[in-house]
């Protein structure tokens, strides 16, 4: 049975580390909320599930419905800084539009894949353990390689400036640096990645459903708050926190995986997923701190010293850690 459990906890999480890693680029390093993601991520699997049926490439699908999760989080983003509301209100808007959009892109509540062929159909031609092992493998290394790409784009200029504004937004904008084009940066590329996550959930599971991104922004605070439990990544940690959100994604589906191979009815899938949420928050109060003395300590290549009186400046900071 543990091996099941292994198997189910790879193929059904890996496809929603995108996801978390676009929560946790708001939630942690700008430090907002976005409920865009649930809207974004059913979007994106909206999008790949008809172009995979009118019998589209489906790596072109994919393309299309990461870009369609883009322009979601872009439209949240105006609505945030033209009529000046909370990320969080934008993006209740959002997630209830998108809905209805999502509903129009199917045509029905459900569209089934079944007989098409998608980006696992050469490895897995078959349903089966052995259709499994591999799918987990494929999506093993499109989530590292993305993984790898956000770590390189949290190194660049850019990047930098956007781990900066989390920690301190009024200095970032003293230094020239424009927040509000960080602010879109960011809700685009969460909104990419959940579009991205989407797509591959509706090709791992063989159908686009409207209601799929229900939940999915409470599981991914939930995923993150576990991977920064075991972690601990800091706004200069660029392999704590990608590595923190691939813990923490899986850790989330094995809890999820376990019960149901235990016999939990899947009706009580989100009172587990709420329950995860408590116990995360909980032992960010209560174990974090000791936890602290018994986690691993990831060596960082140390930065440059400059011999000055003058207080370095948050940029700098993330520079010199980086």
């Not at 906890?9 to 907002?32: A, C, H, K, S």
């Not at 983003?77 to 209740?92: E, F, I, K």
């Not at 089934?112 to 089966?128: K, N």
């Amino acid at each position: 049975m543990i091996d099941n459990i292994i198997v189910d906890m790879f193929v059904t999480g890996l496809p929603l580390i995108p996801v978390f890693l676009g929560i946790y680029l708001v939630l942690r390093i700008r430090e907002d909320f976005d409920m865009t993601v649930e809207g974004s991520f059913a979007l994106g699997g909206a999008v790949v599930g008809v172009i995979i049926v009118a019998g589209g490439n489906p790596w072109l699908a994919m393309l299309a419905g990461t870009i369609a999760g883009s322009l979601a989080g872009l439209v949240t983003s105006a609505l945030s800084l033209l009529l000046r509301l909370p990320v969080l209100m934008a993006g209740l808007v959002m997630s209830m539009a998108l809905f209805s959009v999502n509903l129009r892109v199917l045509g029905m509540p459900t569209v089934s894949l079944s007989g098409q062929e998608t980006i696992f159909t050469v490895i897995a031609p078959a349903p089966g353990r052995e259709a499994d092992i591999a799918m987990s493998i494929m999506l093993g290394v499109i989530v590292l390689l993305i993984l790898a790409a956000f770590a390189l784009f949290l190194r660049t200029e850019v990047g930098l400036a956007l781990r900066a504004s989390g920690l301190n937004a009024r200095m970032v904008r003293s230094q020239g640096v424009n927040d509000r084009g960080l602010l879109v940066l960011s809700l685009m590329t969460s909104n990419a990645l959940a579009g991205f996550g989407g797509g591959l959930m509706v090709q791992m599971q063989g159908f686009a459903d409207v209601n799929m991104g229900g939940g999915i922004f409470l599981a991914g605070v939930g995923a993150v708050l576990l991977g920064v439990l075991f972690l601990n990544p800091t706004g200069s940690s660029v392999i704590r926190i990608v590595l923190a959100v691939l813990v923490g994604g899986l850790v989330y589906r094995l809890i999820l995986v376990a019960a149901l191979r235990f016999g939990l009815p899947a009706g009580d899938l989100k009172g587990v997923t709420a329950l995860t949420l408590i116990i995360a928050v909980a032992a960010q109060s209560y174990l974090a701190p000791a936890l602290r003395r018994y986690r691993i300590r990831i060596p960082q290549k140390p930065g440059p010293s400059v011999a000055t009186t003058d207080e370095p400046t948050v940029l700098e900071r993330e520079k010199t850690n980086a």
